[in-house]
């Protein structure tokens, strides 16, 4: 990788301070590895980014406009970064996006709709955050997830409904929260839809369980 803007990148400037690459020869695809460079907020980024490493930063808001212009982004990482919170329409505009990871972030909640136009996303971790509740729907548009990685967190519960939309789920982690009591902590469809799941695995205050699904 080169740093800074280059003439292999055409008329696209490469964020001061980060690296980018051609991600296939002959091709406008950008890698973009932004991680560990001391940012406080997003560049402005190539639009014809696939993927982007943002992670081991400061950066504290994901803004509407921030990301709306890489209609091509397949990969996301913003772990390791202090996103106290994230706006409804954060990745409102990657409609491409097939993995997003967003661990270690001081994560406490999640708003209504943040997912909703991720309807390519496969992969997304949530792990090592602070989050405490998941409202009902908030997966309801990312049909084609695979993997969900919620490991410690402060998750107490699950409502039902939590994961409706999940069809193609196959991993789900929810180990280290907050869970106590089995009657309290699933309502009966909890895990409602979860047709595909292959693997779960989560650990109560006193005992841990793995399930593996036929």
């Known amino acids: 990788m080169e740093q800074g803007s280059e003439t292999s990148l055409k008329t696209y400037e490469c964020p001061p301070t980060c690296y980018c690459s051609h991600g296939k020869a002959d091709t406008e695809a950008i890698i973009v590895d932004c991680s560990n460079k001391g940012l406080t907020r997003i560049p402005k980024l190539p639009p014809h980014a696939t993927q982007v490493y943002l992670q081991g930063n400061s950066i504290s808001s994901v803004p509407c406009s921030s990301l709306e212009r890489l209609k091509f982004l397949e990969i996301l990482d913003l772990s390791r970064n202090t996103l106290d919170s994230l706006a409804g329409c954060s990745f409102s505009t990657l409609a491409s996006l097939q993995r997003l990871r967003l661990s270690l972030c ?4 999640l708003p209504a709709g943040v997912f909703d136009s991720l309807q390519s996303l496969i992969d997304l971790d949530l ?12 997966f309801a548009h990312t049909a084609k997830l695979k993997t969900l990685n919620l490991y410690g967190n402060a998750l107490t519960k699950l409502g039902n409904g939590t994961f409706a939309g999940l069809d193609s789920l196959n991993f789900l ?38 399930l593996y699904l036929p």
């Open 106 to 109: 001081n994560l406490t909640s």
């Open 127 to 138: 792990s090592l955050n602070n989050i405490s509740h998941i409202e009902r729907g908030l």
């Open 173 to 210: 982690t929810l180990q280290s929260n907050k869970f106590r009591y089995l009657p309290v902590t699933f309502e009966p469809e909890a895990f409602f839809g979860l047709d595909a799941l292959e693997t779960y695995s989560w650990q109560p205050a006193r005992f841990s369980c793995q």
